[in-house]
């Protein structure tokens, strides 16, 4: 018995329709339109209502939309910086024991070390505040970790870069490399589809705050209190973080500071040119760190005391000002510090 001959095309259901554009269609259009819809799902409701899903990175942006507002319309001192200001300062307090008429906000970021500054604060001086304060460490004048990327894409959102100054990112900067200026400095459009899983960290970020004590989250847009730490640590854990500290600023300051402390004079510099005071503070150090960081807070504090005086700004040392137990840990501040630093600012801030 011969096998069956194969079916000719035109027995074969359907194949005498067949054309590669019907395949697109039915194969790869649904596909296509389906990307685009969750595109424009995400950019038209997600990002606007949500945000990027952290709110770290939320604040990076909203700080770029309230600087888009001058802040010349009253004396204004702003905080910039990274965590230790964020749980350091509550700006009523520094207003309260200023002079009259200060009117002060925090913009610190959790992350927001010396290669964020320069990154932010060309437009927060464009903004024309009073004056701006720096809560420095000895991590200042250490070498800095690289931007992250989402970090990157946060403050393209927030217009940070479209501040800079001709040539300010051509140089090598530490801890902003071509790539990250890249992110910085890219489109819109690709910015925001950087944050398309913003729904997706949303959640992570809910159930990781549900389930760790001692922590709140702040609002992205509180300029006056945004600290997230609630409790302290203590034994064990507190004796593990001053280890962590202390070899953080070995391999940091490893290879001298000198590099490290043109940059960070760049950004002072940048700012009396622009007509804003500097206040520079030395920022509370834990008892048992201060023999560890004597000789880089020493150095710390010789460089900001002579930027003080070269760009006619206001320098106060507060390394010293409270024992272990204004602190949460070992470098971030508790209620109790946070009340005394902020105190302290205040103090030490000239009339408006």
Known sequence: MSAPSPPSPSEIPFAKDYSPTKAFAHCFLPVVVGLAVALGVHMRFVLPRLGTGSPDLNRMIQMGHR???PLSDAPTLVFVGDSVTVE???ASIVAKNAPSGWRVFNFGINGCDR?????VLPKVADAKPRAVCIVLRA????RPPDVEVDGAYAYNLGGFPAAWPPGWMESDTPGVPPEKVEMLRASRFKAEVHFRTAFQQLINNGLRARFRSGIKVARSDD?????NMTASISGSTLDNHINVLGEEVREAT???TQRQERDLEKLISLLASKGVTPVLIISPTHPRLRETFGPTNARLKTVAQAWAAQYRGVYADASELFDGSGFADGQHLNEKGRG???QFVGSK???P
């Open 223 to 227: 300029w006056s209190a945004p600290f």
């Open 88 to 90: 350091g300062i509550d």
């Open 349 to 351: 801030l000239p009339a």
């Open 340 to 342: 005394l630093l902020s």
């Open 67 to 69: 600087l888009d507002t």
């Open 139 to 142: 991590l200042s004048i250490g």
């Open 115 to 119: 290669a964020e500054l320069d990154v």
């Open 254 to 256: 490893a290879d001298g």
